[in-house]
């Protein structure tokens, strides 16, 4: 039998005087103010209690969106989100992906921005498409990838950082543009698993493997990584769909 130190039982018993002596102060500027059995907020306003406007200061200078930053909500970031969802991949994240998987040779990076992604597959040997919907430069053909339609199988497999707020339309194209068995593998963060709309989604398009980053990798907005510098408060993941899995879903850790 365990038992508790007089001690402790006597700062347990000196901690519940506390909580039921405590009464509810409750402060709203210009309205009634209330401390235990004080109820007239004149007679409460008189006291030496009484309380001054421009002595309340504050100890958080943040608010909501500052809390969710810290947490590393990216839909509560400090500047507005890039108007085409436009975050370039940090290179290492992909040669990182290329040490864990191999992929065909003919490789479609169908939203490659500047080209961050798609240089480091060729210069790992892959052929490679690259294609986007907006001109940065890079593309070598300018494709609007949702709207494709009636065109050839892609042979080989297809693999992005897609427009965050499509990402579901993207995996969905994605693997009706590849024949059974290619993969579509598409870098996000771990959110994209949450919701149960999206479990649904998932439900009908299984995710083979999923590559977590212990640690923080970047993705820069408009492609700038000398204005992103620094660590992400983002948890990024490789997602890897290969068309007509069916079965669970593996976690791996990385980096």
Request: with cysteine.
């Amino acid at each position: 039998m365990i038992t508790v130190p007089d001690a402790a039982v006597r700062m347990t018993d000196v901690l519940h005087k506390m909580v039921v002596r405590t009464h509810t102060l409750r402060v709203e500027l210009g309205k009634t103010i209330t401390r235990g059995s004080v109820k007239n907020s004149d007679s409460w306003k008189d006291s030496n209690f009484k309380l001054k406007k421009n002595t309340m200061e504050k100890d958080w200078n943040g608010n909501k969106k500052s809390v969710f930053t810290s947490l590393g909500a990216s839909s509560h970031a400090v500047e507005e989100r890039e108007k085409h969802d436009y975050y370039a991949t940090e290179p290492k994240a992909t040669e990182l992906l290329l040490k864990l998987e191999k992929f065909s040779n003919n490789i479609w990076e169908c939203a490659c921005g500047g080209g961050h992604l798609s240089e480091v597959l060729l210069k790992n040997g892959y052929n490679v498409k690259s294609t986007d919907l907006i001109d940065r430069d890079y593309a070598s053909e300018l494709v609007d990838f949702l709207g494709i339609d009636n065109i050839d199988m892609f042979d080989g497999d297809i693999i992005t950082n897609p427009p965050y707020k499509y990402a579901e339309q993207f995996v969905e194209k994605a693997l009706s543009l590849i024949p059974k068995g290619n993969r579509v593998a598409m870098f996000m963060g771990i959110q994209f698993l949450e919701g149960k709309k999206r479990r649904e989604f998932l439900r009908r398009f299984p995710i083979k493997i999923v590559y977590v980053s212990s640690s923080r990798l970047n993705c820069a907005k408009n492609g700038d990584f000398e204005k992103n510098k620094g660590s992400s408060a983002r948890c990024y993941a490789w997602f890897i769909w290969e068309k007509g899995h069916i079965g669970d879903t593996t976690l791996k850790l990385f980096n």
